[in-house]
């Protein structure tokens, strides 16, 4: 790890936050984001299939509207989440992997599961990629493994 401070702590990062990740999503823009990383790998169609997403309430005020639409119809009364394309683009490899270990292990949950490693991975990267530029900008390699390390943990990357 000395010689590649980045790649380790990149490396290590992944491994902590899969590790302790527990393969659900806590959020309804999470779980709509993965529904349509599973539509368009399962069904090659960006509309959600009725029923993909339980209605979500929180809890405001009393007087304010609770419901989170994480949803919009469109033409023809289908369903569609109302984010962007590129998480659900950039997870869908790991949904096919996911298949693939389904297929071989008969865990059901495997696709969803490896879909969701996404955040991990990436968060993991951008902490590396932060050390890399603490090395750019002649930081000592303590010093931006320190600086990795703090994003990593201390920050609310780690939720995501």
Known sequence: MQRHPALGLTIVLAIF??????????????????????ALVERARLDLPE?????????????????IPYTVEGQGG????KYG????????????LGIALRDVTGVD???????????????????????????????SPRTALVLGVLFAVSTPAWVY
């Not at 029923?51 to 419901?67: S, Y």
Request: proline share 5%; hydrophobic share 50%.
């Open 85 to 96: 394309l590129g998480q659900s683009l950039a997870a869908s490899p790991l949904y096919l």
């Open 78 to 81: 289908r369903t569609y989440a």
């Open 51 to 67: 029923g993909a997403l339980p209605a979500v309430e929180i809890i405001l005020l009393p007087t304010n509207d609770t419901t």
């Open 109 to 139: 949950q495997a696709p969803r599961t490896l879909a969701l490693f996404l955040n991990a991975l990436v968060t993991a990267a951008t902490a590396g990629l932060l050390v890399a530029l603490a090395r750019a900008l002649r930081f």
């Open 17 to 38: 936050y899969i590790l302790l990740g527990n393969g659900h999503t806590t959020s309804g823009d999470g779980e709509a984001m993965l529904q349509v990383t599973r």
